[in-house]
T-cell receptor, first 112, second 115 residues
Framework: GESVGLHLPTLSVQEGDNSIINCAYS??????FIWYKQESGKGPQFIID?????DKRQGQRVTVLLNKTVKHLSLQIAATQPGDSAVYFC???????????FGSGTRLQVQP | DAGVIQSPRHEVTEMGQEVTLRCKPI?????LFWYRQTMMRGLELLIY????????DSGMPEDRFSAKMPNASFSTLKIQPSEPRDSAVYFC?????????????FGEGSRLTVL
């Protein structure tokens, strides 16, 4: 079946650098995407979302880019901080459904 | 708001025992989701409810799993009998019903270990 996937299982960056986490999705019927952050021992927390009629959305230090042509989603974190260390999941929602399908996750490690 | 509340946070049980996980969604949310997280399979949707009615339970692994939502403020996920392969973190999440967005608010999870 169609699913959401991630390119890199672990990403290590230096504090202060920018981070880019990538995600590939295969369901062309998906109309809404979310990035979640999960810290150890906690549930996933919402970071930023984007609808399929947009190609870019910015938040505080985070930007999500959506390329529907190649079915690619990315999360950019500016000036990465130690507190950004976590596992990041992309999730998609298919038109007409309420449940989210999650990717396998990327672990971001921020080196001091 | 206290957020989504799950209990117990940790459960260790022996194979064959019944396990009941509980969830209190955020007040006012009318959609509730149960997810299971394992290293091998990541976050998998088990079942979700809308206005207390099960909408999609296709993710429930087998008949040993059942979920109920007797009212808008409470849901249970039951495993009977439990097996070692059920060991995972079970998350409950809730949201407002809106087909155009879909932010889910997750609880802290219930870590289940079946020996």
């Amino acid at each position: 079946g169609e699913s959401v996937g991630l390119h890199l299982p672990t990403l290590s960056v230096q504090e202060g650098d920018n981070s880019i986490i990538n995600c590939a999705y295969s369901n062309s019927a998906s109309d809404y995407f979310i990035w979640y952050k999960q810290e150890s021992g906690k549930g996933p927390q919402f970071i930023i979302d984007i609808r399929s009629n947009m190609d870019k959305r910015q938040g505080q230090r985070v930007t999500v880019l959506l390329n529907k042509t190649v079915k690619h989603l990315s999360l950019q974190i500016a000036a990465t901080q130690p507190g950004d260390s976590a596992v990041y999941f992309c999730a998609e929602k298919v038109t007409g459904r309420r449940a989210l399908t999650f990717g396998s996750g990327t672990r971001l490690q921020v080196q001091p | 708001d206290a957020g989504v509340i799950q209990s117990p946070r940790h459960e260790v049980t022996e194979m064959g025992q019944e396990v009941t996980l509980r969830c209190k969604p955020i007040s006012g949310h009318n959609s509730l989701f149960w997810y299971r997280q394992t290293m091998m399979r990541g976050l998998e949707l088990l079942i979700y409810f809308n206005n207390n009615v099960p909408i999609d339970d296709s993710g429930m692994p087998e008949d040993r799993f059942s979920a109920k939502m007797p009212n808008a403020s409470f849901s249970t996920l039951k495993i009977q009998p439990s097996e070692p392969r059920d060991s995972a973190v079970y998350f409950c999440a809730s949201s407002f019903t809106d087909i155009h967005t879909g932010e889910l608010f997750f609880g802290e999870g219930s870590r289940l270990t079946v020996l």
